[in-house]
Structures are given as C-alpha cells and as structure tokens.
C-alpha cells in the first residue's frame, strides 16, 4: 500500500526524512486532493536511476537491432566493456 500524505505535512521534515529512509518507497504528496510530488531516500532514487539507466540501455540496443545492425555475443560484448575487444565492429 503506498505511502500517501497531504501536502500540509512536508512541515515535518524530519519525520518525513525517517519514514521515507525507514520505508524505502516512495512517499506520494498531495495537493487539494491530487498528488503533486513524490518524495524518497537518495538510495531509493540512486536505485531507481540505475533500473533506468539499465532499461534505456536495453531500449536502445533493441532499437538498432531493429534498425538492422547486427547483435553481438555476450562474450563479445563483456570483451568490450574489459577493452579487450579486437573483432569487427
């Protein structure tokens, strides 16, 4: 069940701070009955950043393959990512 809380309530900063590193979710903030923000830890974001750095990564590796370039092995590809890559491409 998610985390909802009135906008009123952002004046209790550090009970806020507690609950959103205790909970580790997002905390949703609404306004006149309509949610306005979204308030988590730094970790909670720095992990939803990486899933999404990871997801474009994904994204865009699936694009070009459907643009007609050419997959490469898993063994090409950790070669790379090691700079030990010598094949074509």
Known sequence: MPTILPIRDLRNTSEISEMAHRLQEPIFITKNGYSDL??????????????????QAIYESEAEVAEGAAPISLQDAKARLDGKYYGKG
């Open 38 to 55: 979204v308030v988590m830890s730094a970790e909670l974001y720095e992990r939803f950043a990486q899933i999404n750095r990871i997801d």
